[in-house]
């Protein structure tokens, strides 16, 4: 199966990965973010290597406004979508309850859930037009297992991991898969984002071997590639040296 992927979140990361996997697969790509700089350059780098089309639409996916918007103006695009990746996410802090920022509550929320409904609903008419279509989310094992100091995040993922069970469900006979991916520790700008801080976030990933973006990038390609009778409903995948979310095995 090839066809037209939306991904959110591609200036960095999985998304940016999947990016470049999918073009290498033959997928025609819509990527989206907020750093315009980041999509031109990721662009164009696919296009110096591959024979897709790409088409880069630069917006806010917790801006309900601007989602419709760019729907609306993109109509002739958004007419050939069949994949719809929901990868644009971020985690904000990881202090207790008593300690956290609302303002990173309401940034976790509004992106990792409201923007992700939001996407899924707008893009979900022309999935069902040119079904056999497919959605892949991105969870997390936070979406299975909760941690101290991570109780906004882990919601949000819980939260993905629901949206993407009841939609299964919704959309059952209409032939549209539903995928949840549940990463572990993948080293991306991810913590960086996190914590405001390169050093502490580089701290995160020392002394072990994390997963890449590329092996998540893999991980999805390979969801999008089963037979089409084929539904991977879940991928829980951790790196070796994790062996729950609070379980590092470092050197
Ligand atoms: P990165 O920080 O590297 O990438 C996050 C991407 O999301 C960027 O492209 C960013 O683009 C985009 N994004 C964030 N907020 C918005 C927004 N409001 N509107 C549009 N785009 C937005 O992190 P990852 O690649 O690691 O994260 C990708 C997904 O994977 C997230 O949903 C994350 O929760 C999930 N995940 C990550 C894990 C990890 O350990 N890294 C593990 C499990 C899940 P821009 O800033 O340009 O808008
Ligand atoms: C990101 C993985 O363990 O940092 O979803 O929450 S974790």
Redesign the pocket.
């Known amino acids: 199966m090839t066809g037209t992927a939306l991904i959110?979140?591609?200036?960095?990361?999985?998304?940016?990965a999947t990016a470049l996997l999918m073009a290498e697969n033959q997928w025609n790509l819509i990527l989206?973010?907020?750093?315009k700089e980041?999509?031109v350059e990721l662009k164009g780098k696919i296009e110096q290597k591959f024979s897709v089309e790409v088409s880069l639409l630069n917006?806010?996916?917790?801006?309900k406004l601007q989602c419709e918007e760019v729907v609306e103006k993109n109509l002739q695009l958004f007419s050939n979508l069949t994949v719809l990746i929901n990868?644009?996410?971020?985690?904000r802090g990881s202090d207790p309850l008593f300690k956290g920022e609302l303002n990173d509550y309401d940034?976790m929320i509004?992106?990792?859930i409201k923007?992700l409904l939001y996407m899924t609903r707008l893009c979900l008419p022309f999935l069902i037009k040119n079904q056999p279509a497919h959605i892949v989310n991105?969870?997390?094992?936070?979406g299975r297992w909760s941690y101290a100091g991570g109780s906004v995040?882990c919601a949000t993922?819980f939260a993905v991991r629901a949206i993407t069970e009841s939609l299964r469900m919704d959309l059952l006979g209409k032939n549209i898969r539903v995928t949840n991916?549940?990463?572990?520790?993948?080293?991306?700008?991810?913590?960086?984002?996190r914590f405001k801080d390169k050093e502490k976030a580089k701290k995160v990933y020392e002394g072990f071997q994390?997963?890449t973006?590329e092996d998540?990038a893999e991980s999805i390609l390979w969801s999008l590639s089963r037979p089409q009778h084929v539904n991977i409903q879940e991928l829980v995948i951790y790196p070796t040296a994790q062996a729950s979310v609070t379980q590092v095995h470092r050197d």
Do not use: C
């Not at 989206?32 to 750093?35: K, L, S, V």
């Not at 991105?138 to 936070?142: D, E, F, K, R, Y």
């Not at 991916?181 to 984002?193: A, H, K, L, Q, Y």
């Open positions: 959110t979140g591609a200036t960095s990361g999985i998304g940016r989206t973010g907020r750093r980041k999509l917006f806010d996916v917790s801006q990868n644009a996410g971020l985690a940034e509004d992106t990792n923007g991105l969870g997390s094992v936070a995040y993922k991916i549940s990463p572990g520790m993948v080293e991306t700008e991810f913590s960086e984002v994390s997963l973006a998540i």
